[in-house]
T-cell receptor, first 115, second 114 residues
Framework: DGGITQSPKYLFRKEGQNVTLSCEQNLNHDAMYWYRQDPGQGLRLIYYSQIVNDFQKGDIAEGYSVSREKKESFPLTVTSAQKNPTAFYLC??????????????FGEGSWLTVV | LAKTTQPISMDSYEGQEVNITCSHNNIATNDYITWYQQFPSQGPRFIIQGYKTKVTNEVASLFIPADRKSSTLSLPRVSLSDTAVYYCLVGSISFGTGRRALTFGSGTRLQVQP
């Protein structure tokens, strides 16, 4: 089936550790995104990538890093510099970097909890 | 970047029609309007998208007035399974101009009662 796969679904991190959330898509989409969602809140954009080997900061990029070495993969690393990382993380992709009317497709999300 | 305003919550009963309005006063010429549905601990799911006038699909209708400064999502005959958060999203993906990607608002929490 085509879609976006995020792993793991649940992840626990100790203070001071870096963790990486995986995101893979087989939709052949050029653009990929990472959003953060806190309980009861909307989605906030962390990073996005228009094309392989290119990515841009979103609204809340501090304490996060990404890479886009392959079209289908866009992993997110939550570093120790992110002071409040406990949240629901959503990966998404869209079928074109340019133009209007493109739809964003989301993965099922990953819960990160700092213990 | 277009900012959206939606009601925080709405209540309805099964079988009723629900209309959720979103305000987007500074919508740009190239911006489309898209609505998503989200259940707890799941990714948002696309419902409908439009640019102007009216769009209808198998699950909803989207009404957009001529000035495009607002839009209304209409859900006919809701059921308990329609209880979810609904997001109005306005924007276009124009990375080449340096414009940032789509940004979501806080959404409308719809509660459907039996």
């Amino acid at each position: 089936d085509g879609g976006i796969t995020q792993s793991p679904k649940y992840l626990f991190r100790k203070e001071g550790q870096n963790v990486t959330l995986s995101c893979e898509q087989n939709l052949n989409h050029d653009a990929m995104y990472w959003y953060r969602q806190d309980p009861g809140q909307g989605l906030r954009l962390i990073y996005y990538s228009q094309i392989v080997n290119d990515f841009q900061k979103g609204d809340i990029a501090e304490g996060y890093s990404v890479s886009r070495e392959k079209k289908e993969s866009f992993p997110l690393t939550v570093t120790s510099a992110q002071k409040n990382p406990t949240a629901f993380y959503l990966c998404a992709s869209s079928n074109g970097p340019q133009g209007v009317g493109n739809t964003i497709y989301f993965g099922e999300g990953s819960w990160l909890t700092v213990v | 970047l277009a900012k959206t305003t939606q009601p925080i919550s709405m209540d309805s009963y099964e079988g009723q029609e629900v209309n959720i309005t979103c305000s987007h006063n500074n919508i740009a010429t190239n911006d489309y309007i898209t609505w998503y549905q989200q259940f707890p601990s799941q990714g948002p799911r696309f419902i409908i998208q439009g640019y102007k006038t009216k769009v209808t699909n198998e699950v909803a209708s989207l009404f957009i007035p001529a000035d495009r400064k607002s839009s209304t999502l209409s859900l006919p005959r809701v059921s308990l399974s329609d209880t979810a958060v609904y997001y109005c999203l306005v924007g276009s993906i124009s990375f080449g101009t340096g414009r940032r990607a789509l940004t979501f608002g806080s959404g409308t929490r719809l509660q459907v009662q039996p």
